[in-house]
């Protein structure tokens, strides 16, 4: 099983719906990361959390809001979807700053 | 706030001649700097990293990164490239911002083994 699990892998979803990615670790990390990667722009910060009760904003969190339910658990919402949240969306996670993070696999939302 | 610059944004190479692909990053007082690779269609994995000590770091598939504090870069070296190379690499730093370390990512360079 992957350390670091995405769901759903694909979505396609219609402009101003309401849409969550799903993001679980079996890494015991306390730090878990949402980036988005675009062609050309790399993976740029959407939201962080080094704990349970902390959120913090990345360079580009307008538009989306987190969860964080458990240590295990970080999820992304997108409230009112739009085509320019085309993207790959990946979750991280890390155990400390100076360690490997963790990616999953990615999820692949179209917004159509 | 912390940035990282990868100079090219695709790198094409003939099969066994070297390679290098350029990181810089903005100054901090302490950084941990890393180098991913992602293969098509897949996640990001870890290469290699620089934490403090050598400021030569190696990985087990031949690559290696200089950390050079005074310009402030982190290029990724290879002396013979494989086919099996060909993917996108990322340059990353783990920099304090705003009280808190954050992990940010360069733009990435798509690396073109050419048989």
């Known amino acids: 099983d992957a350390d670091v699990t995405q769901t759903p892998r694909n979505r396609i979803t219609k402009t101003g719906k309401r849409i969550m990615l799903e993001c679980s670790q079996t890494k015991g990390h306390d730090r878990m990361y949402w980036y988005r990667q675009d062609p050309g722009l790399g993976l740029r910060l959407i939201y962080y959390s080094f704990d349970v009760k902390d959120i913090n904003k990345g360079e580009i969190s307008d538009g989306y809001s987190v969860s964080r339910q458990a240590q295990a658990k970080f999820s992304l919402s997108l409230e009112s979807a739009i085509p320019n949240q085309t993207a790959l969306y990946f979750c991280?996670?890390?155990?400390?700053?100076?360690?490997?993070?963790?990616f999953g696999q990615g999820t692949r939302l179209t917004v159509v | 706030a912390q940035s990282v610059t990868q100079l090219d944004s695709q790198v094409p190479v003939f099969e066994e001649a070297p390679v290098e692909l350029r990181c810089n990053y903005s100054?901090?007082?302490?950084?941990?700097l890393f180098w991913y690779v992602q293969y098509p269609n897949q996640g990001l994995q870890l290469l290699l990293k620089?934490?403090?000590?050598?400021?030569l770091v190696e990985s087990i598939n031949g690559f290696e990164a200089e950390f050079n504090k005074s310009q402030t870069s982190f290029h990724l070296r290879k002396p013979s490239v494989h086919i099996s190379d060909t993917a996108e690499y990322f340059c990353a730093v783990s920099d304090i911002v705003a009280g808190s370390y954050q992990l940010t990512f360069g733009k990435g360079t798509k690396l073109s083994v050419i048989p």
């Open positions: 620089y934490l403090s000590g050598s400021t």
């Open positions: 100054s901090s007082v302490s950084v941990y």
């Open positions: 991280a996670t890390q155990g400390q700053p100076n360690t490997e993070a963790f």
